[in-house]
């Protein structure tokens, strides 16, 4: 296993947000642990042979012996899917974008928030008119992905949503 | 002076625009559609926005789209280009609302001249040649008998709401005029739904000189001599050169006053284009007014040593002209590179460009947005490439034309490149004799 397979894997693991993940080779076992989300990832390496420059090994989280590497490879199965499952609502124009729809109002949405077809779920605001952004969708948001009071363009992704 | 010009264009010209801004220092941002995500100018720019999905309606030209990106990014200035919202007079009204500068006249000027009626007629009152004709529509076969004979056979009839040569019959003699007149009147009524029919005189084989002009917001204006267009292939022009073959030093002068006059007329600010059609005894008419900057107007570029780009950016900043009037030093030419196949009708071939080799070395220009690997949207106009060659002598910038076509190579995609290699070597062409009619004549061999 190279540094640089090494270094894909942990972006990987912090990606999928797993708490996580052992691997288990013929000379080598390599456990990746995070603490929370958006904590850099801290790894031990317990080399039971000397690493020699091999021939790459294509990195496959799903390369499974052992029944613990099959569990976090499972796990990580889900995980991935489950983001490729994850709807993405674009903007529909260019302006300046806002959770609410007054300094001292609510957000439209949060996190964790269920919505549906006609849902506000944020402000654009362009030439001085301030356009309520409906969703299209039915489910769940999973993650907000422009910051409060930041310029948007056109079909930028806005929000995440998990479809229920 | 501007701090960030938005352009409100793609392509070619709006890399043209991005690389006289940066030779500026003045900031600049690119507007795109989805389509044109991998496009130059985006990636040359130094800010970029998306603006809508491909369809022009829905991004370059939307103006709302387009006054919400310049609110996003705080643009002082807009730069239209050519084509799209160039002289839409709407548009140029809304920058001056929100305080943006829009880059050439402003939008009375444009309406002026984008209206063909009320544009002869201005120009007409200025003593500028307008070709001559019936004052509007005609009533009647009597009126029109009598302004024919009035203006000299042959005469055009042509279609008020025309379109792409339908309802225009061409009258060579007074006993062919009852005819043509029921002609002209049926097919515009069938084609159009209205029959109304006007009067010209009709020019023979007429070349297509334009002038290049320049005016200040002080009242000044000048020409920058001519460009002749006259190899055209459905009013769209292939190729272009300056100066023309068929120019003379005194129809220079007399047509460059007129030009002035017709600037002077409606205080033209901005830098813009007067087209005249020229007959074989060298008379001129005027034909229309552009009032932006053109395709060709790299050929002036190139044989007088100027950046018209700049000199637009620098009227629009308040900056006055000298008023010097600006003369060929050089011979230039220009051929226009389609994403077409001239063995098939110039049918269009957008797709993907796998292998590119750009001509260059002494004399040569190449203005193009196109790069290896680059897919060709087919959404906007074909044009992917300007080759310009500039030399001492008409013969010798047809060498370096011929020489830096063959070295051209752009794979994956059908081209006109060939068509122009067949153009450089016709011998009409290569003595300088050619008129709109040109491209009539002229077989491409596949």
């Known amino acids: 296993m190279e540094l640089k397979d090494i270094q894909e894997l942990i972006k990987q693991v912090n990606k999928l947000n797993l708490a996580e993940v052992t691997i288990e080779k013929k000379d080598l076992k390599l456990t990746i642990r995070t603490h929370e989300p958006g904590v850099p990832a801290t790894y031990t390496v317990m080399p039971q042979q000397t690493l020699q420059p091999a021939a790459p090994q294509p990195i496959a989280i799903q390369t499974t012996t052992t029944p613990q590497q099959t569990a976090a490879a499972a796990e990580a199965k889900a995980a991935s899917t489950a983001e490729a499952n994850l709807l993405t609502i674009k903007s529909p124009m260019i302006g300046t974008f806002y959770r609410s729809s007054g300094p001292d109002k609510p957000a439209c949405v949060n996190i964790g928030d269920e919505i549906k077809v006609g849902s506000v779920l944020c402000i654009i605001e362009a030439m001085k008119l301030f356009n309520e952004i409906e969703s299209e969708q039915t489910g769940r948001i999973v993650k907000i992905l422009v910051e409060n009071a930041k310029p948007v363009e056109y079909d930028q992704p806005l929000f995440l949503v998990e479809p229920i | ?446």
Not at chain 2, 135 to 156: C, F, M, N, R, S
Not at chain 2, 220 to 238: F, P, T
Not at chain 2, 328 to 344: G, T, V, W, Y
Request: aromatic share 8%.
């Open chain 2, 1 to 446: 002076m501007f701090k960030k010009i938005l352009i409100a264009n793609r392509g070619e010209i709006a890399l043209r625009i991005i690389r006289t801004c940066k030779e500026m220092n003045i900031r600049t941002v690119a507007l795109y559609s989805t389509a044109d995500r991998e496009s130059l100018h985006v990636k040359f720019a130094d800010e970029a926005v998306c603006i809508g999905p491909p369809k022009s309606s829905e991004s370059y030209l939307n103006m709302a789209r387009i006054m919400s990106a310049v609110e996003i990014t705080g643009a002082d200035a807009i730069h239209p280009g050519y084509g799209f919202l160039a002289e839409n007079e709407k548009f140029a009204e809304i920058c001056n609302e929100y305080g943006v500068k829009f880059i050439g006249p402003t939008a009375s000027m444009i309406a002026r001249m984008g209206d063909k009626i009320s544009a002869k007629d201005t120009m007409k009152k200025a003593g500028v040649p307008v070709i001559p004709g019936s004052d509007g529509l005609l009533t009647d076969l009597k009126e029109a008998k009598k302004i024919a004979k009035k203006i000299g056979y042959p005469v055009i009839l042509k279609a008020t709401a025309g379109g792409g040569g339908k309802g225009m019959r061409v009258v060579w003699k007074e006993e062919d005029l009852e005819t043509q007149w029921s002609n002209a009147r049926a097919e515009a009524g069938a084609s159009f739904g209205n029959d109304g029919v006007y009067m010209e005189k009709y020019i023979e084989e007429p070349r297509h000189i334009e002038i290049q002009v320049a005016g200040d917001q002080y009242g000044k204006a000048c020409h920058l001599s001519e460009r002749d267009c006259s190899i055209q292939r459905r009013h769209q022009k292939l190729f272009e050169e300056s100066p023309s073959p068929f120019m003379t030093e005194e129809l220079r002068n007399k047509m460059g006053d007129a030009a002035i006059k017709a600037c002077n007329a409606i205080s033209y600010e901005g830098v813009g284009t007067i087209e005249f059609l020229v007959d074989k005894y060298r008379n001129f008419y005027f034909m229309e007014m552009n009032t932006r900057i053109q395709v060709e107007h790299t050929v002036t570029e190139e044989v007088i040593n100027y950046d018209l780009i700049k000199e637009q950016i620098k009227i629009a900043n308040g900056e006055p002209i000298t008023g010097k009037n600006y003369y060929p030093a050089m011979h230039a030419l220009e051929c226009r590179i389609n994403a077409e196949d001239p063995a098939n009708d110039f049918r269009p071939c957008p797709g993907r460009i796998t292998n590119l080799h750009t001509p260059g070395g002494h004399g040569v220009r190449i203005d193009s947005h196109i790069y290896a690997g680059y897919t060709i949207p087919p959404y906007y106009d074909s044009m992917i490439a300007k080759i310009i060659t500039v030399a001492q002598t008409r013969l010798e910038a047809i060498e370096t034309m011929e020489r830096a076509l063959s070295e051209y190579v752009i794979e994956g995609i059908k081209t006109t490149i060939p068509f122009h290699q067949q153009l450089m070597k016709n011998k009409d062409f290569r003595e300088g004799n050619f008129t709109t009619a040109f491209i009539n004549t002229f077989q491409f061999k596949s």
